[in-house]
């Protein structure tokens, strides 16, 4: 994506925000394929659909046949049928199709490739919308860059803090892939704030850092979070997986049990200047930050939630109309 | 409740039913949670909102990430959100929120309070709806009393009686409680009939009989049957737990087995006066009642789903328009 | 069906397909039950009642309490609502019913009476539309059918093989009894390719020699899948179960393990008269076929898929506008 796609896109959003544009998407069909649970993602989707004259189809796994990926597969497994036939087919229905394939399988060399979804979008004559894998959750990151836009107005040059907190499962670095690379995007200067082994993943940060650079942005790394956090304009609160242990569940959570106190709370929050505080929903409230901060005044967070719908609405006008 | 508003919805209702009263609901959302599995509440609400010009938004908890209730809780367990989040979350999407949360969960004085669908009317900016928890039914309640008023035209001092009848599963107390509750304000004369054992909520029996002594009715109690059923215009057949082993399903199990003659047959029919019968889908044929007088030409069992239908357009148009 | 009955219901589908005969179903409600997993029925039959402007309400059986069909049951075991109730309260909600019942519940005696479906269609006051059973799939046979008519402009005398194809699961009879049956009444020669002991329904095959014959064409079996694929204008291939061991799948795939050369491959193809290749998806890609034939010109696979689409449209507009 682009810096002028990007602008383009937001404010698209934002004409369209508590706007009724018309049915402008009748007769239109988007299918949504869930291979994870979801809350907002389904909801908003559908309801933008809907308040655009349009029609949503939701698909979850439990709806589907177990879809083999792997091209020229000998299909004598459990796999009923190849992402490629299904990807034509529902080309042939629909007019765009959403996946969200978040789980971990495998390495994290693996699940970096994000394949079931590139297989979709290889095979699908229609757009394929990213809804969110262990490497990027870009419709996040659109409502959460929106969000940032409707309260700083200009973001280049503004300290975003994307802060790793605990929680008590392993998860995905989608979210924090994608807030990087579009607030570099922005010319944010922004500080990527982790313990030691929770590093992400090398070409996006590399990536985020020339992104930045090019638009008078910065990104640096911080193992030290009370240190990341002072002057913070935006502290943006979210854990994420360890990927050298991507497969190993158990050793992730016992390297986890000493870092309790990568956590927001009040006294954090008192050392930024007067920061924004977001976080992709869900949170687990008191262990990735504390109920006070959550439901203080500076905190976005369903902000960041409604806007789910207003960006994912833009795109899909740009999309589909 | 009042009575006024209950007449008030009931004349909606009847107005509304069996007419196409337009797209009044044009561009509105209904989001349904359903934490147990549904038949007529999921169908009856999804084709009133599509009739009225809405949309609904079908949820099921495989849908969906494990919720906490507990206010100030530590979530470092398996629920992955707070109730207070989805709810707010749901809030900024959708126009209202039903909710189905019929387990038991615990002690009967833990689930008479209902926490998680009042969890999600505290949290909620919307309206929520109650589609059925251990203590209330509300909507089916509603359906119940247009299908009698149909019936019986005026329903003050009528001879309604809340038969218990047998079932091989431990159930809800919703649609007993709220029957019951809506009967007295509609000032019937209400046999509530049990075994021994298989007491209401003492909370809603006392509310009841004030209310129905405040609109000229009365409500007692019987634990036989046979004299129970004698001269009822309207016999409402439905099983229910024991509050007391409300955690010991197998011992209200034992209960049961002594108790399989509380089933409504034709010899028990012939003994009311020429009574309606009623039960609230689903119901287990030949268990707690039999084929006979199911399918007799005084059941009404399918003109109560089917208002369903009518009186919850009459309460959305009410919640909504 | 008649010959008459078809022709229409083709001739309708043809005039509909791609383009938008608008809102003639307006305020009508399908809805649909599926017993298993489903992909193509259930989105192309949502997109076609959508496009429609009608409404599509989608239950599978995580959503519904378990069923009773036996008439007159005492039901007092795990099913917690007889079908009759179900069909006849969903009639008082919804203008036709769906319903997808194809597992094996048992021996091929009684699958192939359809007990599930029957009883909805015997209890349902709305038209109830078979997604398919184990013995019948007549929503994909007619777009089958539309998909060789729109290749083969006359389909009389036209050479179709239905080839039985190997597949590591134990599949129903629905879609080949039903493309037997449509193609019989289209009057094409049709030789039906199977292994010993992979015989149809007796009955089906004597009504298809029937009504082929009197449709001036002609039904023959082969057990050489070589010998039936020379000179065919469509091979149709498709796996199906030996209704001999029906309720031991376990012996059925010992028997399928020298079956691995009931496969189409190129070979095959070149034998045939530049024979379309049909199958009704899912497709185990490499075991049923390979990829150099189902991605070959002369698949219709995608075709097929699309087709089912169009002519569902056009049922729906005969059975409900």
């Known amino acids: 994506m682009t810096r002028y796609e990007l602008d383009d896109l937001l404010d698209l959003a934002t004409r369209v925000k508590g706007k009724r544009p018309g049915q402008v998407l009748g007769g239109k069909t988007l299918g949504l394929l869930f291979f994870q649970p979801s809350l907002r993602t389904r909801v908003s989707f559908e309801v933008g659909m809907v308040q655009l004259g349009g029609h949503c189809i939701n698909l979850s796994s439990d709806d589907l046949y177990e879809l083999e990926p792997q091209e020229q597969a000998i299909m004598d497994g459990p796999a009923e049928e190849h992402v490629k036939d299904a990807?034509?087919?529902?080309?042939?229905?629909?007019?765009?199709?959403?996946?969200?394939?978040?789980?971990?399988?495998?390495?994290?060399?693996?699940?970096?490739?994000?394949?079931?979804?590139?297989?979709?979008?290889?095979?699908a004559s229609v757009p394929v919308i990213n809804l969110e894998t262990p490497f990027e959750h870009p419709c996040q990151a659109l409502a959460d860059v929106l969000t940032m836009r409707e309260n700083l107005v200009s973001l280049k040059h503004r300290k975003l803090t994307l802060q790793w907190c605990n929680h008590p499962e392993p998860k995905g670095l989608g979210p924090t892939h994608s807030v990087l690379q579009l607030a570099a995007l922005m010319g944010m200067d922004i500080t990527l704030a982790h313990?030691?082994?929770?590093?992400?993943?090398?070409?996006?940060?590399?990536?985020?850092?020339?992104?930045?650079s090019d638009a008078g942005g910065s990104v640096r790394v911080s193992n030290d979070h009370k240190e990341a956090a002072k002057g913070a304009e935006v502290l943006y609160a979210r854990s994420w997986g360890c990927t050298k242990y991507w497969d190993d569940p158990e050793r992730e959570a016992m390297v986890k049990r000493s870092l309790q106190d990568w956590r927001v709370d009040e006294p954090l929050?008192?050392?930024?200047?007067?920061?924004?505080?977001?976080?992709?929903?869900?949170?687990?409230?008191?262990?990735?930050?504390?109920?006070?901060?959550?439901?203080?005044?500076?905190?976005?967070?369903?902000?960041?939630?409604?806007?789910?719908?207003?960006?994912?609405?833009?795109?899909?006008?740009?999309?589909?109309?």
Chains 1, 2, 3 share one sequence.
């Open 195 to 212: 313990p030691l082994g929770f590093e992400v993943d090398d070409e996006v940060l590399e990536r985020s850092k020339t992104t930045a």
């Open 87 to 123: 990807a034509r087919t529902l080309s042939r229905y629909v007019d765009a199709l959403g996946i969200r394939a978040a789980a971990r399988t495998g390495t994290w060399e693996r699940d970096r490739q994000e394949l079931l979804l590139r297989s979709y979008a290889e095979h």
């Open 269 to 321: 929050m008192a050392t930024t200047n007067n920061a924004l505080l977001m976080h992709p929903l869900p949170v687990r409230r008191n262990v990735a930050a504390t109920d006070a901060v959550l439901d203080g005044d500076r905190s976005r967070i369903y902000d960041q939630a409604a806007n789910r719908a207003h960006v994912q609405k833009a795109l899909l006008m740009q999309l589909l109309k």
